[in-house]
């Protein structure tokens, strides 16, 4: 298997960091770019961005620095960072860095599928707090300590306008790389059929794969999340060499 770059997008309100101990999990030949957002961890002094459409320009940018043009990737989002990647998708392919060997989303509904409840980014405090916590794992402490609230609220709130005011608009062409979806079955946040959607939007493969957590189930099954992106960036590094 020759060596790819594989790019994480982390959740609303996450890190890059959330993905730091895949490294030791993963192939030798797969190389991990967590990709940090404006406005959080190392890039903490930049503006925040509240828009799918601005995140994944910058994300572009971010991209062209570490692969050139053809060099072999792939992309891995976690509930907002599925709809990011999906709309780095299409600026990928049209700036000319050819299609990723594999798109992984976990923890998020099929961009088309629209969201059955009301916007929640500009509500009050506490019942901002009390829509967080449908998500689960949120730490009271960011609650309980002035420092943590101040730092992390207006990154939540500029993240969920994002996801909330995202507007899918139909694509001239399907995915042309194979999907891997993954999602927990005690996610109250979405159905499987949201997941399973995910079908429609590529004319290769399409995978799902289910986990007994809730949304944040990325946490808690690191070895069996490693194990399926290195099967199946195995699978795609075989089918690149048959096809070629």
């Known amino acids: 298997m020759a060596s790819i770059t594989l790019f994480f997008i982390p959740y609303a309100g996450g890190s890059a960091s959330v993905s730091f101990k895949w490294k030791k999990l993963l192939l030798p030949q797969i190389k991990l770019v967590p990709l940090e957002l404006a406005g959080r961890g190392i890039r903490s002094g930049e503006p925040l961005k509240d828009s799918i459409e601005e995140i994944s320009d910058d994300l572009l940018h971010k991209i062209g620095q570490e692969i050139a043009h053809g060099d072999p990737y792939a992309i891995y989002g976690h509930s907002m960072g599925t709809m990011i ?60 300590n002035r420092e943590l609230y101040d730092y992390f609220m207006p990154v939540l709130r500029a993240d969920f306008k ?41 004319d290769q493969d399409f995978r799902m794969f289910t986990f007994d957590g809730g949304h944040f189930f990325i946490h808690d099954e690191m070895e069996r999340i490693t194990q399926i992106i290195n099967e199946n960036l195995e699978r795609s590094a075989v089918a690149n060499r048959i096809q070629h």
């Open 85 to 144: 990647a999906f709309e780095l998708y299409y600026k990928l392919v049209a700036g000319g860095f050819g299609e990723p060997a594999h798109l992984f989303v976990s923890g998020g509904r099929a961009p088309h599928v629209p969201r059955n409840f009301p916007w929640s980014h500009d509500l009050p405090a506490d019942q901002f707090r009390t829509h967080l916590q449908r998500y689960g794992q949120l730490s009271e402490a960011i609650f309980d």
């Open 162 to 202: 994002a996801v909330e005011t995202y507007k899918y608009t139909a694509k001239p062409e399907p995915l042309h790389c194979p999907i891997t979806a993954l999602t927990g079955l005690a996610d109250n946040t979405l159905a499987l059929q949201d997941v399973e959607a995910w079908a429609q939007h590529t």
